[in-house]
Antibody, heavy 122, light 106 residues
C-alpha cells in the first residue's frame, strides 16, 4: 500500500542538527513531491517546505530558509529533512506528507508519515 | 500570508449529532481549501480537498462547502471515531497555511 515511513525519535541539544528520513513505498516516488510539516506540543500544524522528488527543486518557508535543507534519494525512494542550529522551540513532531510534483501548492497532502518526535534540550 | 481562522475552537457534541465547522480566510483562496482530521496521537489525515471533494476512503457523512473566504466542514452524524481535531489549509497562495484547528469533543 501507499505509505511513508519516518525515522525514529531524536533527542538532541541546542545548537545541534537533526536529519529526519521519510521512506516512500507503494507509488512512483518521482511522480510526486514531499512536504514537511511540524507540530509543537499541544499546537497546530506548521508548513516547513516542499521538495519535488522529480528534480529536487525546493521551496522553504521563510522562517526556516536559513536553517533547513530538504533532499531526496530516488534510488532509495527516501526524502530527508535536515534542520540546523536547533533551539528548544524546535521541539516538535515532524511529519512528511506526499504533495504535488511541480510546485508547493499543486495538490493536497494526501499521504502522511507517522511523524518523528524531535526533542531539543538546552 | 493568508490567515485561516477556524471556529469554534471546541465543539462539544454527542454521537449521532451534526457537526458544523467553519474556516474563514483573510483573503480569497478560491476553492483551494483542504480539510484534515487528526485523531489523538496520530498523523493528520486528508478528508476534503478543493473545498468539497472527499478524499479516497472518506465516508459520505463528511462534506465540505464554500469558496472564496468562507468554508464549512459538515459531519452529518458523528461516529465515535470522529471525535478529533480538524484543520483547514489553503494551497492557493504562498505560503501554504493552516488554521488553528477545531476540536470536536464528546
Amino acid at each position: 500500500q501507499v505509505q511513508l515511513v519516518q525515522s525514529g525519535a531524536e533527542v538532541t541539544k541546542s545548537g545541534a542538527s537533526v536529519k529526519v528520513s521519510c521512506k516512500a513505498s507503494g507509488y512512483t516516488f518521482s511522480n510526486y513531491g514531499i512536504t514537511w510539516v511540524r507540530q509543537a506540543p499541544g499546537q497546530g500544524l506548521e508548513w516547513m517546505g516542499w521538495i519535488s522528488a522529480y528534480n529536487g527543486y525546493t521551496k522553504y518557508a521563510q522562517k526556516f530558509q536559513d536553517r533547513v535543507t530538504m533532499t531526496t534519494d530516488t534510488s532509495t525512494t527516501t526524502a530527508y529533512m535536515e534542520l540546523r542550529s536547533l533551539r528548544s522551540d524546535d521541539t516538535a513532531v515532524y511529519y512528511c506528507a506526499r504533495g504535488g510534483l511541480r510546485y508547493w501548492g499543486e495538490k493536497a497532502f494526501d499521504i502522511w508519515g507517522q511523524g518523528t518526535k524531535v526533542s531539543v534540550s538546552s | 500570508e493568508i490567515v485561516l481562522t477556524q471556529s469554534p475552537a471546541t465543539l462539544s457534541l454527542s454521537p449521532g449529532e451534526r457537526a458544523t465547522l467553519s474556516c474563514r480566510a483573510s483573503q480569497s483562496v478560491s476553492s483551494y481549501l483542504v480539510w484534515y482530521q487528526q485523531r489523538l496521537g496520530q498523523a493528520p489525515r486528508l478528508l476534503i480537498y478543493d473545498a468539497s471533494n472527499r478524499a479516497t476512503g472518506i465516508p459520505a457523512r463528511f462534506s465540505g462547502s464554500g469558496s472564496g473566504t468562507d468554508f464549512t466542514l459538515t459531519i452529518s452524524s458523528l461516529e465515535p471515531e470522529d471525535f478529533a481535531v480538524y484543520y483547514c489549509q489553503q494551497r492557493n497562495d504562498w505560503p501554504p497555511t493552516f488554521g488553528g484547528g477545531t476540536k470536536v469533543e464528546f
